[in-house]
Each structure stands twice: as structure tokens, then as C-alpha cells.
């Protein structure tokens, strides 16, 4: 079974989506293109706004996003419970290594 983050909007309440009517509506939108979200929700509970999630390699390793090098544009790790995500399918791809290093 492949484990995916989803986006915090897609659980909103009648009263947040009734104060927010363009956030929901550019949320339900993007549906799964979580690339497009900013909202994410691990599948541990962690959130952008919390312990977040950081640019990486296939290993964890964190990584510039502009920086030249092997980042291809799509791996993030969640800095909560090490899972890697696909940010386009918002897939889990794996963990980090024990030994991988920090976004700095
Ligand atoms: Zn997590």
C-alpha cells in the first residue's frame, strides 16, 4: 500500500470553507498535484507551518533547491518522521537514510 500526504484543505470544515471560499476552491482544483499545494499534511501529522518539509535527494539528504546538483525537483522529506514524498503524486517514496544530512 503506497502512503500519500494530502492537502489540509481537503478536510476543512463548513465554517473555514465558508470564510475561505477561493482557498477551498484553488485546493479542490489542484487535487492530487500536490506540487501545486502548499498545505501539505504527512502522513504523521506534520505540516508545513510545523516541522516542515525540506528539499532532498533519493537518500534524504537535504539539498538546495536551486542548487546545481542531483535534485531533480520532486523529492522532499518530512522533517517530523524522515518519510521522503514525491511532491507531484504526494507519494511516499521511502525514508531517509539513518546517516543522511539536514536542509541547511
Ligand atoms: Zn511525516
Request: hydrophobic share 30%.
Amino acid at each position: 500500500m503506497i502512503e500519500r500526504i494530502h492537502c489540509e484543505w481537503s478536510e476543512a470544515s463548513p465554517e473555514l470553507a465558508m470564510r475561505y471560499p477561493d482557498d477551498v476552491r484553488y485546493h479542490a482544483k489542484h487535487g492530487e498535484s500536490l506540487d501545486q499545494c502548499d498545505a501539505w499534511v504527512c502522513v504523521c501529522g506534520n505540516r508545513s507551518h510545523l516541522a516542515g518539509f525540506y528539499p532532498c535527494d533519493r537518500d534524504g539528504n537535504g539539498l538546495e533547491p536551486l542548487a546545481s546538483g542531483p535534485w531533480d525537483g520532486r523529492l522532499y522529506y518530512c522533517d517530523a518522521c524522515r518519510r521522503i514524498i514525491d511532491q507531484t503524486t504526494g507519494a511516499v517514496v521511502g525514508f531517509r537514510t539513518p546517516d543522511a544530512k539536514d536542509y541547511s
